[in-house]
């Protein structure tokens, strides 16, 4: 009987040992983009201070979803640096959007 709760306590503890290394995935995990697409923000951030949505880029973009970098895009795909096919294609606009973009 000792033998068998020694072995529950074991096994116990490794099973809860093993589930400690495992936390949840970064927001941007699943997206082959999240580093290009943070590059293009940064760059444009740094550059535009200001604009709409940077300060709330950075305060939270390691939370942001994919839908928030794309709603970041469609606000300023007209702005220079986001008016070109890369981007479209890099925040998933698809080719329509990028067909009709001007480079």
């Given at each position: 009987?000792?033998?068998?709760?020694?072995?529950?306590?074991?096994?116990?503890l490794?099973?809860?040992?093993?589930?400690?290394?495992i936390?949840?995935?970064?927001?941007?995990?699943?997206?082959?983009?999240?580093?290009?697409?943070?590059?293009?923000?940064?760059?444009?951030?740094?550059?535009?201070?200001?604009?709409?949505?940077?300060?709330?880029?950075?305060?939270?973009?390691?939370?942001?979803?994919?839908?928030?970098?794309?709603?970041?895009?469609?606000?300023?795909?007209?702005?220079?640096?986001?008016?070109?096919?890369?981007?479209?294609?890099?925040?998933?606009?698809?080719?329509?959007?990028?067909?009709?973009?001007?480079?």
């Amino acid at each position: 009987m000792h033998k068998l709760i020694s072995a529950a306590s074991i096994a116990a503890l490794l099973a809860a040992a093993s589930l400690a290394g495992i936390h949840p995935a970064h927001a941007g995990a699943s997206r082959p983009n999240f580093d290009k697409q943070n590059q293009y923000i940064n760059t444009y951030c740094n550059k535009f201070r200001g604009a709409d949505q940077c300060n709330d880029w950075r305060a939270g973009h390691t939370n942001w979803t994919s839908e928030q970098y794309r709603n970041f895009y469609r606000r300023h795909e007209n702005d220079k640096e986001f008016a070109t096919r890369e981007a479209a294609a890099l925040f998933g606009e698809g080719l329509g959007a990028a067909d009709t973009v001007q480079d």
